[in-house]
């Protein structure tokens, strides 16, 4: 079955610098997302991306977050300048066109210490 | 965000039905109900999703009420591996999915 593949599993970052979670959503779908979950808090969503731009972006999703689909096959979030907390599992998730169900990947933990 | 209403947390025995219900009383005509699942350390998994009639794949049935105000998720044998939190989420005409805090369903062996 397919899937959507994230890398790393787990990063530790230093507040105040980069990051990029790279995200390889399923080969046909044409609309993806980021969704992040801060420990033992709810799924939040944080940004929509369909046909190279952001479709839709929550409150979260300030201007220290970007994302990029710069090779037609993987997807990133970038986090500018960490911040404590920005700790939290980000998911990346994909769809296909005319199937409602989100496949979601098995996620990346951000550490910022 | 469109919402939607479930209890915090439900019990089933191995082997036995569960009925998990969710409320959802300011659905809209094109809003779709979906039901995903977390198990622990995992991301989101998709479980079913439906408009106005009752839908069944391999991993559950989902019962729409008549009038789309409520959905039930039924489980017909629950298993140990079962055991997570299940989210009832309304699409909205956006295409995007906002969680809740889900119902945590623990099966009893």
């Known amino acids: 079955e397919p899937e959507v593949t994230q890398t790393p599993s787990h990063q530790v970052t230093q507040m105040g610098q980069e990051v990029i979670l790279r995200c390889v959503p399923i080969?046909?779908?044409?609309?993806f997302y980021w969704y992040r979950q801060i420990l033992g808090q709810k799924v939040e969503f944080l940004v929509s991306?369909?046909?190279?731009?952001?479709?839709?972006k929550s409150e979260i999703f300030d201007d220290q977050f970007s994302v990029e689909r710069p090779d037609g096959s993987n997807f990133t979030l970038k986090i500018r300048s960490t911040k404590l907390e920005d700790s939290a599992m980000y998911f990346c998730?994909?769809?296909?066109?005319?199937?409602?169900?989100?496949?979601f990947g098995s996620g990346t933990r951000l550490t910022v210490v | 965000d469109a919402k939607t209403t479930q209890p915090n947390s439900m019990e089933s025995n191995e082997e036995e039905p569960v009925h998990l219900p969710c409320n959802h009383s300011?659905?809209?005509?094109?809003?779709?109900i979906h039901w995903y699942r977390q198990l622990p350390s995992q991301g989101p998994e998709y479980v079913i999703h439906?408009?106005?009639s009752n839908v069944n794949n391999r991993m559950a049935s989902l019962a729409i009420a008549e009038d789309r105000k409520s959905s039930t998720l039924i489980l017909h044998r629950a298993t140990l591996r079962d055991a997570a939190v299940y989210y009832c989420?309304?699409?909205?005409?956006?295409?995007?999915?906002?969680f809740g805090t889900g119902t945590r369903l623990t099966v009893i062996p």
């Open positions: 998730a994909s769809r296909g066109r005319g199937f409602h169900g989100y496949t």
């Open positions: 080969s046909n779908h044409l609309y």
């Open positions: 991306f369909y046909n190279n731009e952001i479709s839709e």
């Open positions: 300011t659905i809209s005509g094109t809003d779709y």
């Open positions: 439906g408009l106005t």
């Open positions: 989420i309304l699409e909205t005409g956006a295409n995007n999915l906002f």
